[in-house]
């Protein structure tokens, strides 16, 4: 039988290796990641070296995608990070290089505490609950319900058409491209395409005239002043009806476009988007560069 001075000395041995195991998070008070009891632990894809800065996020950026919101709520935070840009390929997929990240080879993904993160909603949520929010941001834990809605119908309603209407179009120029193939069955493909951009395009302008109304009644997502986890996730679909919706007929309402166009003139909106384009540029690898 073990005697007191030993198991004394086991316990304190096992104490100390669990201390330097699991570095807290702690930022002005704010609760250490592994206290958050809304970060899935299915979005913890692998361990990351213990000699990183556990209070410090890394940004997995991919060129022209949903982690622009990442860095537009990063900015509005305050926060210092560090940004890895992965390049899409000349006909916009995404890299390889992902998958050492994410095994599923997708973006936006966080390194933080020693862990990674995936999936925008998620991200959001986790990095409103764990860093100290400034007055004009509702803190994750504080989410209302409006902007609980908001951040789901972001990606579970618009992005639901938004994103298959990109990749539809973008595959069937490629088939088209094929030869002989595209020389025969390139009139089928592109009817499929036209049909299901008429669609999606119908179901997305229902969804338009949802959120016009609410920015007709409300500020912001929240349903207040303060922006929250509804806004960062509807910016980027908004944003992209804006840029790119005309020709299949989509438009922004008044009240939208004018929400759009204020939450992008905001100092941290304007200087994600000169983060994004410096790191690109900076990062670009020769054979990709333009």
Sequence with gaps: MASAAETAAYAAAEAERAAATVPEVTTDAAPPVSADPAAPAAADIAPLPTAQDPTRVRLHHLNNSRSERIVWLLEELGVEYDVTVHYRSKIGFAPESLKAINPL?????IELGGKVYTESGAIVHLLLSTFKTPAALEAGPASGQDSVHWSHFAEGSLMLFLQ???TISRGGEVFASRGIAGMLFGGIVGKFV???TGMAADNVKNMLQEVEGF??????FT?????GEGDFMMAYPLNAVLRRGAPAGMYLGDKTKAWVERV??????????????DEEEKQRPAETAE
């Design 105 to 109: 080879g997708k973006a936006p993904a």
């Design 223 to 227: 349903g207040g002043e303060q922006l």
């Design 164 to 166: 298959p209407m990109v």
């Design 194 to 196: 036209a049909w299901y």
């Design 264 to 277: 992008s003139a905001r100092p941290g909106y304007v200087a994600a988007e000169k983060r994004i384009k």
């Design 215 to 220: 920015l007709a009644a409300h500020e912001n």
